[in-house]
């Protein structure tokens, strides 16, 4: 049996060092979204002959597990996941499994796992120059909004840093506000736990946030971290609702003072929710990264 251990803040350099070689571009393999939501999946993890293991609580209340990562042999480490289903009593069930990643599970154990994809957990990946420049057709709503922004608000963007933390907590307040209350309804609930969380351990995570002050008052904010060498994930953006064109520009933004090293920038999932799902189809994502579960036969 694996030997799984809940995940802490001093955790992060042995995680990461795993991360830091993730080839897939998925928002599941980012340090600071694993910590800032384990309370809400219990989520652990063991290190054993070069491979990560992550194990966590699903959906349904059964116990899954990540995609291990590590250079060593990729079959050995699938059966040692079996194995320590096994001795848990438990299903072998993959979660957040990508196209490309179960290729490489077919192409060592070939017809012994299922995969089903799930339209609720794609991820939506952008050209960083795209949402940038917001150049061409496509965009012009985008740019209408941007320059209706600016004609009628006064705004500064700056860096996320420990002195304006308190700030962007007080607008958390005010949208959880817009929103009916975060206390409440559960998911917001646990959104706001993962937040506090973010902002308690901001620098210690290696997050990268920035904000806009409009009017005197930081009124937008948003955050992420890097997911590999290509592709910078944003966890988190939120604005007043009030502020016409705020998500726009913050969005905006940010991808320009904070993703230009990278090629893409993935804004992850949209959780099913039809209104959040056309906002991320409006941006034109360069990759709908598709997802799913893959469960041995």
């Avoid at 957040?96 to 077919?106: G, L, N, P, S, Y």
């Avoid at 005197?216 to 994930?233: C, H, M, R, W």
């Avoid at 939120?238 to 990278?262: P, R, S, V």
């Amino acid at each position: 049996m694996l030997d799984f251990k809940p995940i802490t803040i001093d955790d992060k350099e042995i995680i990461q060092g795993f991360f830091d070689k993730n080839v897939f571009g998925n928002c599941d393999f980012s340090f600071a979204n694993i910590f800032s939501w384990k309370h809400l999946y219990n989520t652990t993890f063991a290190v054993e002959d070069g491979f990560l293991y992550i194990r966590f609580q699903a959906r349904d209340d059964l116990p899954g597990y990540l995609f291990p990562l590590g250079a060593g042999d990729l079959k050995k480490a699938l059966e040692c996941l079996s194995q320590d289903a096994k001795e848990r009593i438990a299903p072998v069930h993959l979660y957040a499994v990508t196209q490309k990643m179960f290729d490489f599970i077919e192409e060592i154990m070939p017809g012994q796992f299922s995969y089903e994809k799930e339209r609720d957990w794609y991820e939506y990946i952008y050209s960083s120059e795209d949402l940038i420049s917001l150049v061409g057709k496509k965009y012009q709503a985008k740019r209408n909004h941007i320059n209706k922004f600016k004609r009628t608000y006064q705004w500064e963007y700056l860096p996320i840093t420990r002195e304006i933390i308190p700030d962007c907590l007080k607008l958390y307040e005010r949208w959880c506000a817009e929103n009916g209350g975060c206390n409440t309804e559960q998911t917001l609930v646990e959104e706001r736990i993962a937040t506090e969380k973010a902002f308690h351990y901001f620098e210690k995570l290696g997050l990268i946030g920035g904000a806009l002050r409009i009017n005197g008052e930081i009124l937008a904010y948003s955050y992420g971290q890097s997911l590999g060498k290509d592709v910078f994930g944003v966890h988190a953006e939120k604005c007043l609702y009030e502020i016409d064109g705020g998500f726009t520009m913050i969005n905006q933004q940010f991808a320009e003072h904070n993703c230009a090293a990278y090629p893409y920038i993935n804004r992850e999932e949209d959780l099913g929710l039809e209104s959040l799902r056309k906002a991320k189809m409006s941006y034109q994502p360069a990759i709908l990264l598709e997802k799913g579960s893959a469960w041995m036969k």
